[in-house]
């Protein structure tokens, strides 16, 4: 089965950038998906295929995928960004879905 | 606006069983995949089942295979998902979410609480 694997946690200090990584075996082959989820609520869609972003998600989140490793970045990181994020792949080999374990960010 | 609405939790004793549904509204809904993601406390999101757009093919977490059954009736704009031989490791959120192919999950509901009761 197809493995995800993230950071269980990333701190970084309000006007800093945050880069949060999802690794998986030549993952840059697959689409991408990030949510982010707020203590409590559902998650929400934030960036997807690789690196499209919603509308009604603000231009700091962006995306990037290559080699092992996507990323998420969030620039200039507000206190309301603190909240789970999570990858998410199609594993076409399987027709099952994948989620990484989820990295926590902390703003400081 | 696309609205998804679970029901259907509750508390269960080990080997019982229950049934989840989910209505959605704002959307064709025979167009779309549609799936289920659970949250056990404090844990990370867990794909469970989806489901194609006519019922045909679905598909299921190892985890759930043979106990979990994953439905649909579009005429009733509703995705189920029956849940027999309950774990206590099923405790958790059940999340409805729209599509779960190739696509991302762009709709969730706000999730129906399943909680094993020893």
């Known amino acids: 089965s197809y493995v995800l694997t993230q950071p269980p946690s990333v701190s970084v200090a309000p006007g800093k950038t945050a880069r949060l990584t999802c690794g998986g075996n030549n993952i840059e082959t697959k689409s991408v998906h990030w949510y982010q989820q707020k203590a409590g609520q559902a998650p929400v869609v934030v960036i997807f295929y690789d690196s499209d972003r919603p509308s009604g998600i603000p231009e700091r989140f962006s995306g990037s995928n290559s080699g092992n490793t996507a990323t998420l970045t969030i620039s200039r990181v507000e206190a309301g960004d603190e909240a789970d994020y999570y990858c998410q792949v199609y594993n076409n080999t399987s027709d099952h879905v994948v989620f990484g374990g989820g990295t926590k960010l902390t703003v400081l | 606006e696309v609205q998804l609405v679970e029901s259907g939790g509750g508390l269960v004793q080990p080997g019982g069983s229950l049934r989840l549904s989910c209505v959605a509204s704002?959307?064709?809904?025979?167009?779309?995949?549609m799936s289920w993601v659970r949250q056990a406390p404090g844990k990370g999101l867990e794909w469970v089942a989806n489901?194609?757009?006519?019922?045909?093919?679905?598909y299921y977490v190892d985890s759930v295979k043979g106990r979990f059954t994953v439905s649909r009736d579009n005429a009733k704009n509703s995705l189920y998902l029956e849940m027999n031989n309950l774990r206590a490791e099923d405790t958790a959120v059940y999340y409805c979410?729209?599509?779960?192919?190739?696509?991302?999950?762009?709709?969730w509901g706000q999730g129906t609480q399943v909680t094993f009761s020893s």
């Open positions: 979410a729209r599509d779960g192919g190739l696509s991302p999950f762009d709709y």
């Open positions: 704002g959307f064709t809904f025979s167009g779309y995949w």
């Open positions: 489901i194609e757009q006519d019922g045909r093919e679905k």
